[in-house]
């Protein structure tokens, strides 16, 4: 079928998943065989580089070391028969040339995730000193002077940035995951979140203590960018905090926008980020706000960028699996949850979630960026805010209403919908539709579907790389949640169960966001 062929997406004929223990069991041996197997693949197929280039982890081999690294930090929960057959450490560190590459930095090119930065090679020779160490386990990882250095001078190039910034022949909003500030800002905390030795910790202690200037300027950004917004197009759509992509227009979406940037600043420490509260909550519920006025989708930019497209995008880049990503980050903080749950919280979930379960089967495949695996992944972060935190916002729920005292009363009908299992079901049965998609399944006429494949096939955001990384993580959470019905089954308490919480560790979060906190891997 040729590319213009192709719909947006495809209708989706798939159930969700029935979610009790016989299911979750098969289904966890399902994606452990597909972890696997597709990294046998992608490891026979992404060429072993021998020095660096321009790219960086989105789309290019630094982003296939960065997939094994997380594997082979996840590797407790990923055990089959076929454990011994791969060595997701081995095949990481043969894709981590020595050196820095020849290039300067810039300030418009600050986060790992982007192209032309030093900053990926930079965090790939950190996190494969800790790998090295069994991360940490087995002793304290030294870095060199040369990479803190590189640090360093990130950190203080960041400090100087405008909300917009020089980008190549544009202007851009500094600050997005995917090349600005907030993408150094998870670098830092994840770096943060090992312990090194004590040579390497004292000259690592004047960088990581830049940690709240750096959240200040981003917050400051935002601030800045409203009032840009509110001068230009006034008061009516605007939100206490903005995010340009392009020089204008003010992003939504995970890569380019706002609810990419939201979700690493609530991982932040809570002392770090006490002050901004009111206006990261305020703007999580005007973010709601515009969803639930599109019915359930979320808009690329404000103002509109371009001509009108036909149907909104859904994907993790621009669209709704964005706003259902920072939800589910927002749910998981307790104290954020309490003081700034709105009504529209929950109807954006529901419609959002309705927006990307009817329309999230893109024929782009099964990507990260733009395909079936990335608009899933929010849904296991949703599953775990209404697993483990659904006491916080039952509580949070009628303290809105309590605290207001409007004449509306809770939507229990909608409460009742939004379940962990309401979420868990349908991300597990896109995740294991992903199995359709090439490079994973080159058969012919064994999908229904024509799926095209990526133009970088093997890669994090873009291929096979990504899907491998959804899979695993979904296994984190399958695995946690049968642990816990087990444990509540005999009446023991989680806190103290070492499986259970070996799970909870390996959920790592959204590649270069996050969203379960800090693991000390991006």
Not at 69 to 75: F, G, I, M, P, V
Not at 339 to 346: F, G
Request: hydrophobic share 40%; aromatic share 8%; glycine share 8%.
């Amino acid at each position: 079928m040729a590319e213009t062929e192709r719909p947006q997406y495809y209708e989706n004929t798939l159930t969700p998943l029935p979610i009790n223990p016989a299911t979750l069991i098969d289904t966890l041996r399902e994606l452990r065989e597909a972890v696997y197997n597709a990294a046998e693949l992608v490891h026979a197929n992404e060429p072993i580089p021998d020095k660096w280039s321009s790219g960086g982890m989105f789309k290019h081999f630094p982003g296939v070391a960065l997939a094994f690294l997380r594997l082979d930090y996840q590797s407790s929960i990923l055990a089959s028969q076929k454990a011994s057959s791969t060595e997701f450490r081995q095949y990481a560190l043969q894709r981590i040339p020595s050196g820095l590459p020849d290039m300067p930095l810039v300030p418009s090119r600050l986060s790992p995730a982007g192209s032309l930065s030093p900053m990926t090679a930079v965090t790939l020779h950190i996190l494969s000193a800790v790998a090295q160490t069994n991360w940490g386990a087995d002793a304290k990882p030294s870095i060199s002077p040369e990479l803190i250095t590189y640090l360093q001078d990130a950190v203080n190039l960041a400090l100087k940035n405008e909300f917009i910034v020089p980008h190549g022949e544009h202007r851009m909003g500094g600050d997005e995951m995917l090349y600005g500030r907030a993408g150094l800002l998870w670098l830092l905390l994840n770096v943060r979140a090992h312990r090194f030795n004590d040579e390497t910790q004292t000259a690592l202690g004047p960088v990581l203590d830049m940690i709240p200037q750096l959240i200040r300027v981003i917050i400051e950004a935002g601030r800045e960018g409203s009032k840009d917004y509110m001068n230009k197009h006034g008061k009516k759509d605007a939100h206490p905090l903005m995010y340009a992509w392009m020089e204008g227009h003010y992003a939504f979406g995970a890569a380019h926008g706002i609810t990419g940037i939201l979700p690493i600043l609530l991982s932040c420490r809570e002392e770090e980020i006490s002050e901004y509260m009111p206006e990261i909550g305020e703007t999580i519920t005007a973010l709601c706000k515009l969803c639930t006025a599109n019915n359930g989708h979320l808009p690329m930019t404000l103002p509109p960028r371009g001509p009108k497209k036909s149907s909104e995008l859904v994907q993790f880049c621009h669209g709704s699996p964005g706003i259902l990503l920072l939800l589910g980050t927002a749910l998981q903080n307790d104290k954020l949850t309490r003081a700034y749950w709105h009504p529209t919280w929950d109807q954006t979930l529901y419609q959002a979630t309705c927006r990307t379960w009817e329309e999230g089967i893109l024929s782009k495949g099964g990507s990260l960026c733009h395909g079936i695996s990335g608009n899933a992944w929010p849904w296991l972060l949703l599953h775990d805010a209404f697993e483990y935190h659904s006491k916080t916002i039952d509580d949070s729920r009628r303290g809105y209403f309590q605290r207001t005292r409007e004449s509306a009363k809770p939507d229990d009908d909608l409460s009742q919908k939004l379940t962990s299992d309401f979420f868990l079901s349908r991300a597990l049965a896109f995740m294991l539709h992903a199995f359709e998609t090439r490079p994973y399944n080159t058969a012919p006429g064994t999908s229904d579907r024509d799926y095209r494949t990526p133009d970088d096939p093997y890669s994090l955001f873009e291929g096979l790389a990504g899907n491998v990384c959804a899979w695993a993580e979904s296994c984190a959470v399958i695995q946690a949640r049968l642990r816990k019905a087990m444990l509540s089954e005999e009446g023991v308490s989680v806190e103290d169960d070492s499986m259970f919480q070996e799970a909870i560790r390996c959920r790592l979060g959204f590649p270069l966001i996050g969203g379960n906190g800090v693991r000390g891997m991006l």
